[in-house]
């Protein structure tokens, strides 16, 4: 590469975009850690886009109608503090730079989200920012066909590196962007031919522009380091109608040593090398110093946007003080008035009628009040909108024809699904839920977990939820997957055993600000164990005596979901013999955990035998058994040891021994 020719062809760019590249060196070496390659190799394109087509506004990095910016080769965050840096976000002073991947410091090594404004989303796990992409551009799509043009009308743009198109779930989300005709959703590609191991091709071959065009998408490529020619291939995908990805051909570590190196990627802290390398690269600041004249020229181009900024306050300003509200109201996450009411007149009327509905017909019946209330909603499944019962009457279709439309076929993308739910979220002004089976959590694990990561109130509607599920056997009958869900971090998993526990999970859900959900939901029909009406909602303690002990308390049954009933049926059985029996119903361990001591000792007092009932493995029920002054030959569990089987779900119930005669068994057992 012929370095000196690319400083003379265009000298002021050319310092624009070293300016990153010194940074990156500068933080990088400090540091000890980190990836140098990729933030000097996509110097260029980065500059082009924010100094020439980025809409944004470096003080106001709130501004509902920004371009969205996502780092999908997350690993070059430096690209992204730096621009943010030398843009002049207040959130990223020198000092943040100087303390990159330190504890504490909002300049983290991967951030995903929340650690300084400016900070969209950006990948950790190679993927999912791109994935994550979608979701943003089809939030603005939802929002600009509620709101019009004059309010919501942005770009998403994405640097996606060789890894992120590798990794599967890519593929999920450029398929649907392609059918979705996300016109504004533009991929950036670093195009380098370089990943840890060594070339791309020790592993691919790809012929990703084909890919890409096969997905519906438009493509277009340019040399990732001549500004002119990224100016022209931006401005032609942006004119584009469809999803737009630029093939940008780069060089890793431009003018290092290890330029065109897998040794590019990673940390480059050989202080002669980098010295080298800045001196090629004409530079001659001091470490983590760029002169006046570059940085003013980079402030201007933070400053770019505050006219656009200015004139979009004054069309908002315009609207009607209740569509203001509501905007702000939709932004900030907060729940209309009326949910409350609603959610309680439907916990009423269906203790009246008591019901025998499976769980997951109740979260329909749940949303059937919900969404008309609450126009932030956008629901969807991964083709399997009829067993998930995630489609309410009038939400309509979110299609290229109807971005009014409130639900979407995602296809079956488990994992594209959750991703784009986490970009919705993350967008803001949209409440995203989405359904699948259970089990294939596992499909959608890598977007989950960020959503808890990332702090998302996503919403996760799982049903078939155990062997209840019945004849299509045990690769669709989730045993381990509670565990797994419950024992990830700020996630509230939710597993009702009724209709009117249906209702309260759902509205606790809804609740969330910081935290995703998963409504653990039967496919098999439940009895409506809640036939009292309580204007409280008992779920937001996590567990609460739905029965209680007729006599002599010698034991406490808890139970969650569809195994409520059946603790309710062994209770009859127990009090039949003279043994008296609560019930304990545990619709949200994390919720049950948050409660004042009292309370849980209140639940679940010393002394009497315990028995938990679920259909899973047990891995976890310990903590509430010989826990919270249990005692471990007082403690016994009913469920699944190992996975299930294929045949009706009554016959399965038996076969496993997941019985009310098992239960009260068990209990006599230890008495
Ligand atoms: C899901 C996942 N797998 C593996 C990694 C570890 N990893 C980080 S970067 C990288 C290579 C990525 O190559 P590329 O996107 O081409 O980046 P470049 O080397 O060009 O900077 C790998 C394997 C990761 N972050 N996420
Ligand atoms: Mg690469």
Same mark, same amino acid.
């Given at each position: 590469m012929d370095i000196a020719a690319l400083r003379s062809a265009h000298p002021e760019h050319w310092m624009k975009a070293t300016a990153i590249r010194s940074l990156t060196l500068d933080a990088v070496a400090a540091a000890n850690s980190g990836h140098s390659g990729m933030p000097i190799g996509m110097a260029d394109v980065a500059t082009v886009l924010f100094e020439k087509h980025m809409k944004f506004d470096a003080s106001a990095p709130d501004w509902a109608d920004r371009d969205r910016f996502i780092l999908?080769?997350? #690993?070059?965050?430096m690209l992204l503090y730096s621009l943010l840096y030398l843009t002049g976000y207040?959130?990223?002073?020198?000092s943040e730079i100087k303390n990159f991947r330190q504890l504490g410091a909002s300049t983290a090594g991967h951030p995903e989200f929340g650690h300084a404004a400016g900070i969209e989303t950006t990948t950790g796990p190679l993927g999912q920012g791109i994935a994550t992409a979608v979701g943003f551009a089809m939030a603005e799509e939802v929002l600009r066909a509620r709101w019009g043009a004059k309010i919501m009308d942005h770009h998403t743009w994405v640097i996606a590196g060789d890894g992120c198109l590798m990794e599967g779930v890519s593929q999920e989300a450029i398929a649907f962007a392609g059918r979705q005709e996300l016109s504004k959703l533009i991929v950036l590609w670093d195009d380098n031919g370089i990943t840890i191991d060594g070339k791309v091709d020790l592993s691919d071959r790809t012929d990703q522009l084909a890919r890409f065009a096969a997905s519906g998408w438009d493509v277009f490529s340019c040399d990732g380091h001549d500004p002119a020619d990224i100016d022209r291939a931006i401005t032609e995908a942006k004119a584009s109608a469809r999803p737009a990805m630029i093939a940008c051909k780069t060089h890793i570590a =431009? +003018?290092?040593?290890?330029?065109?190196?897998?040794?590019? #990627?990673?940390?480059?802290?050989?202080g002669d090398q980098n010295a080298a390398a800045k001196e090629a690269w004409g530079w001659s600041a001091a470490a983590f110093e760029v002169p006046a004249d570059v940085k003013s020229q980079w402030e201007a181009i933070g400053a770019r946007g505050s006219d656009e900024k200015a004139a979009w306050d004054a069309r908002f300003a315009k609207l009607s003080g209740a569509k203001q509200t509501e905007f702000a109201r939709t932004f900030s996450r907060e729940l209309p008035k009326k949910l409350s009411a609603t959610i309680k007149a439907l916990k009423k009327q269906t203790s009246e009628d008591a019901p025998k509905v499976a769980t997951r017909k109740a979260s329909e019946m749940a949303l059937g009040a919900i969404n008309p209330i609450m126009p932030e909603t956008v629901g969807g499944s991964a083709d399997l909108t009829g067993s998930n019962n995630t489609k309410t009457a009038d939400l309509g279709t979110f299609m290229p024809e109807s971005r009014d439309g409130r639900y979407v076929y995602y296809g079956i993308r488990e994992h594209g699904m959750a991703a784009a739910m986490n970009g919705m979220s993350l967008h803001g002004g949209v409440r995203p839920y989405g359904g699948t089976f259970m089990c294939f959590t596992d499909y959608a694990r890598g977007a989950m977990r960020l959503s808890a990561l990332m702090k998302q109130p996503v919403v996760y509607v799982m049903? #078939?939820?155990?062997? +209840?599920?019945?004849?299509?056997g045990p690769t669709h009958q989730p045993v381990e997957h509670l565990a797994m869900l419950r024992a990830t971090p700020n996630t509230l998993v939710f597993r009702p055993a009724d209709a009117v526990e249906t209702a309260e999970a759902w509205e606790l859900a809804l609740q969330q600000t910081e935290t995703p959900s998963v409504l653990a939901l039967s496919r098999q029909g439940l009895p409506t164990v809640r036939t009292e009406h309580k204007t409280?909602? =008992?779920?937001a303690q996590g567990g609460y005596i739905l029965a209680e002990a007729e006599g002599k308390r010698q034991a406490i049954l808890m139970a969650t979901g569809s195994e409520v009933s059946i603790a309710m049926a062994a209770r009859d059985l127990l009090q039949a013999e003279g043994i008296g029996t609560r019930v304990v119903s545990m619709p949200c361990w994390e919720l049950f955990e948050e409660q004042p001591d009292a309370y849980r000792r209140r639940v679940l007092p010393a002394g009497p035998v315990r028995v938990a009932v679920e259909a899973a493995i047990r891995f976890g029920w310990d903590r509430w058994l010989y826990g919270e002054r249990g005692k471990r030959e007082k403690g016994g569990f009913v469920g699944m040891h190992d996975f299930g089987a294929s045949a009706p779900a009554g016959e399965l119930y038996a076969h496993f021994e997941i019985t009310a005669e098992a239960t009260a068994a068990k209990v006599k057992e230890m008495l």
């Amino acid at each position: 590469m012929d370095i000196a020719a690319l400083r003379s062809a265009h000298p002021e760019h050319w310092m624009k975009a070293t300016a990153i590249r010194s940074l990156t060196l500068d933080a990088v070496a400090a540091a000890n850690s980190g990836h140098s390659g990729m933030p000097i190799g996509m110097a260029d394109v980065a500059t082009v886009l924010f100094e020439k087509h980025m809409k944004f506004d470096a003080s106001a990095p709130d501004w509902a109608d920004r371009d969205r910016f996502i780092l999908s080769a997350g #690993h070059g965050s430096m690209l992204l503090y730096s621009l943010l840096y030398l843009t002049g976000y207040e959130s990223m002073p020198l000092s943040e730079i100087k303390n990159f991947r330190q504890l504490g410091a909002s300049t983290a090594g991967h951030p995903e989200f929340g650690h300084a404004a400016g900070i969209e989303t950006t990948t950790g796990p190679l993927g999912q920012g791109i994935a994550t992409a979608v979701g943003f551009a089809m939030a603005e799509e939802v929002l600009r066909a509620r709101w019009g043009a004059k309010i919501m009308d942005h770009h998403t743009w994405v640097i996606a590196g060789d890894g992120c198109l590798m990794e599967g779930v890519s593929q999920e989300a450029i398929a649907f962007a392609g059918r979705q005709e996300l016109s504004k959703l533009i991929v950036l590609w670093d195009d380098n031919g370089i990943t840890i191991d060594g070339k791309v091709d020790l592993s691919d071959r790809t012929d990703q522009l084909a890919r890409f065009a096969a997905s519906g998408w438009d493509v277009f490529s340019c040399d990732g380091h001549d500004p002119a020619d990224i100016d022209r291939a931006i401005t032609e995908a942006k004119a584009s109608a469809r999803p737009a990805m630029i093939a940008c051909k780069t060089h890793i570590a =431009l +003018g290092h040593a290890a330029q065109d190196t897998s040794k590019g #990627h990673g940390a480059l802290t050989d202080g002669d090398q980098n010295a080298a390398a800045k001196e090629a690269w004409g530079w001659s600041a001091a470490a983590f110093e760029v002169p006046a004249d570059v940085k003013s020229q980079w402030e201007a181009i933070g400053a770019r946007g505050s006219d656009e900024k200015a004139a979009w306050d004054a069309r908002f300003a315009k609207l009607s003080g209740a569509k203001q509200t509501e905007f702000a109201r939709t932004f900030s996450r907060e729940l209309p008035k009326k949910l409350s009411a609603t959610i309680k007149a439907l916990k009423k009327q269906t203790s009246e009628d008591a019901p025998k509905v499976a769980t997951r017909k109740a979260s329909e019946m749940a949303l059937g009040a919900i969404n008309p209330i609450m126009p932030e909603t956008v629901g969807g499944s991964a083709d399997l909108t009829g067993s998930n019962n995630t489609k309410t009457a009038d939400l309509g279709t979110f299609m290229p024809e109807s971005r009014d439309g409130r639900y979407v076929y995602y296809g079956i993308r488990e994992h594209g699904m959750a991703a784009a739910m986490n970009g919705m979220s993350l967008h803001g002004g949209v409440r995203p839920y989405g359904g699948t089976f259970m089990c294939f959590t596992d499909y959608a694990r890598g977007a989950m977990r960020l959503s808890a990561l990332m702090k998302q109130p996503v919403v996760y509607v799982m049903t #078939h939820d155990s062997i +209840g599920l019945g004849e299509d056997g045990p690769t669709h009958q989730p045993v381990e997957h509670l565990a797994m869900l419950r024992a990830t971090p700020n996630t509230l998993v939710f597993r009702p055993a009724d209709a009117v526990e249906t209702a309260e999970a759902w509205e606790l859900a809804l609740q969330q600000t910081e935290t995703p959900s998963v409504l653990a939901l039967s496919r098999q029909g439940l009895p409506t164990v809640r036939t009292e009406h309580k204007t409280k909602n =008992l779920t937001a303690q996590g567990g609460y005596i739905l029965a209680e002990a007729e006599g002599k308390r010698q034991a406490i049954l808890m139970a969650t979901g569809s195994e409520v009933s059946i603790a309710m049926a062994a209770r009859d059985l127990l009090q039949a013999e003279g043994i008296g029996t609560r019930v304990v119903s545990m619709p949200c361990w994390e919720l049950f955990e948050e409660q004042p001591d009292a309370y849980r000792r209140r639940v679940l007092p010393a002394g009497p035998v315990r028995v938990a009932v679920e259909a899973a493995i047990r891995f976890g029920w310990d903590r509430w058994l010989y826990g919270e002054r249990g005692k471990r030959e007082k403690g016994g569990f009913v469920g699944m040891h190992d996975f299930g089987a294929s045949a009706p779900a009554g016959e399965l119930y038996a076969h496993f021994e997941i019985t009310a005669e098992a239960t009260a068994a068990k209990v006599k057992e230890m008495l």
